[in-house]
């Protein structure tokens, strides 16, 4: 069945170091793509998302590209701070669905 | 962007008894919300559609007479857990569609003893 497979944390990372958190997924078909962030004590807030192949989203800094020869969504960000410490969750929606399918979170930590 | 909120952020209970979670949209109808449950270091998993005025679709392997689901209005909808047991405990979380973009509440912190 469809699923999302995200890198296990937690990533701890100096201000400032260059950000990579992979995320692959399997699918029937061309899902639209979501990366979602959830800060301590909120909720799941959209960060960006990519609807079709070779599609860019970006947000804050952060960027992901629709990978279709890779079935990738990997989540970059040159330089991190430390207001960017939260837990990270790729997402896919097929197109027919309604169901959004997360992945199991990575939680960043980034230090002063 | 649109806001949905829950209450209770945390809740305690003892084991048998039932707890009530709300979520509601703040500034938007929604005739469609979605309950989600997610354990420790895992994926939020979605457990139910909520349909304003007719009977939750709940997602294979939950129990409907479980989590009870209840969306009265166009702006709340209400997740009870019945006879809790320590198994429930568990981060309940709840969305809402606006505008077609998925937003989430803060989520509730169902601990059962």
């Known amino acids: 069945g469809d699923s999302v497979t995200q890198m296990e944390g937690p990533v701890t990372l100096s201000e400032e170091a260059c950000l990579t958190i992979n995320c692959t997924y399997t699918a029937t078909g061309y899902p639209s793509l979501f990366w979602y962030v959830q800060y301590p004590g909120e909720g799941l807030q959209l960060l960006l998302k990519a609807t079709k192949a070779d599609d860019k989203g970006s947000n804050k800094g952060f960027e992901a590209t629709y990978r279709k020869e890779t079935t990738s969504f990997h989540l970059e960000k040159g330089s991190v701070q430390v207001s960017d410490s939260a837990v990270y969750f790729c997402?896919?929606?097929?197109?027919?669905?309604?169901?959004?399918?997360f992945g199991s979170g990575t939680r960043l930590l980034v230090r002063p | 962007g649109a806001v949905v909120s829950q209450h209770p952020s945390w809740v305690i209970c003892k084991s048998g008894t039932s707890v009530k979670i709300e979520c509601r949209s703040l500034d938007f109808q929604a005739t469609t919300m979605f309950w989600y449950r997610q354990f420790p270091k895992q994926s939020l998993m979605l457990m139910a559609t909520?349909?304003?005025?007719?009977?939750?679709?709940?997602e294979q392997g939950v129990e409907k007479d479980k989590f009870l689901i209840n969306h009265a209005s166009l702006t709340l909808s209400t997740l009870t857990v019945t006879s809790a047991h320590p198994e429930d405990s568990s981060f309940y979380i709840c969305?809402?569609?606006?505008?077609?973009?998925?937003?989430f509440g803060e989520g509730s912190r169902l601990t059962v003893l």
């Open positions: 969305s809402a569609r606006n505008t077609g973009e998925l937003f």
């Open positions: 909520s349909n304003e005025g007719s009977k939750a679709t709940y």
């Open positions: 997402a896919q929606l097929g197109r027919s669905s309604y169901k959004l399918i």
